[in-house]
Each structure stands twice: as C-alpha cells, then as structure tokens.
C-alpha cells in the first residue's frame, strides 16, 4: 500500500463532479502554470521578492540587491513582466520595476513582505554618532 494510491477503488460521484465542475478551465489552468512558473526559478523568486520589500526599484538597485549582473536580471524581469507579475517603466535614463498587483498577492501568499513594510533607513547622523560617555 502507498499514500498516493487507494486499496480499493471507489468513487462518490456527487462530490467528484461538484470537485470537477470547481476546477478552472484547462487554458486557465494552463496561465496559472506559467505564472507559477515564472517564480519556480530561484534568481527570479528573489528578484520579485526584492520588489516586494523595495515597492520599486531601478535595474542596477535590484542588480546589486540580489547579487546577480544587471543584463541577467533584466532577462529575468522580462520572464516576470511576461506572466504579468512585474511592470517597468523607463525614467530618463533609469528603468524602474515594481510588482503588479497579481505579482504582490501572489508573493504575499508565498509569505514575502509586502511592499513598503521595511523600515526605514536610520538617519546618518545618529549611526555616526559617538555614544555619550559623560
């Protein structure tokens, strides 16, 4: 006997049909996959969840908050912006991404932090400070 399997076969077709009819159809089924997909890949799951953490940053910012080469995060991001999960859009010079709202919910499900919950920066002048001795 395994876990994945019955000894016996038997079906209560009442709850099985009302358990089918519930399931999405087989294209939705089949866009949730490549959302889904788009996460699966470790560079990029970090990458949506610096998003997450930062609400939006540029191209080198997220480069350098991950760890990875800019033209290798670029081609991540365009694998997140095709599933729907990453917008970008080009200020001056600088290209800045954020997650969509589908990217956020499905981040938040996944447990990461939603945007804008990172406290803020402490303020130079008291990390530069001497503590007071007197």
């Known amino acids: 006997m395994t ?10 077709v009442p709850h099985a049909e009302a358990v089918r009819a519930a399931l999405p159809q087989l294209h939705r089924s089949q866009a949730m996959a490549q959302t889904a ?13 610096a998003l997450a953490l930062g609400t939006e940053l ?37 290209v800045m991404c954020r997650l969509t709202a589908h990217g956020e919910a499905l981040l938040e499900v996944l447990g990461v932090t939603a945007p804008g919950q990172l406290s803020p920066p402490a303020d ?11």
């Open 37 to 49: 997909k788009a996460l699966a890949d470790p560079v990029r799951l970090h990458t949506a969840s």
């Open 124 to 134: 130079q002048s008291e990390l530069m400070a001497a503590p007071d001795r007197g």
């Open 3 to 12: 876990d994945e399997a019955c000894d016996l076969l038997c079906l209560d």
């Open 58 to 94: 540029c191209v080198c910012d997220l480069a350098w908050v991950v760890g990875a080469a800019p033209n290798l995060v670029s081609h991540h991001l365009r694998v997140l912006r095709r599933a729907g999960l990453v917008t970008s859009r080009r200020q001056g010079k600088l």
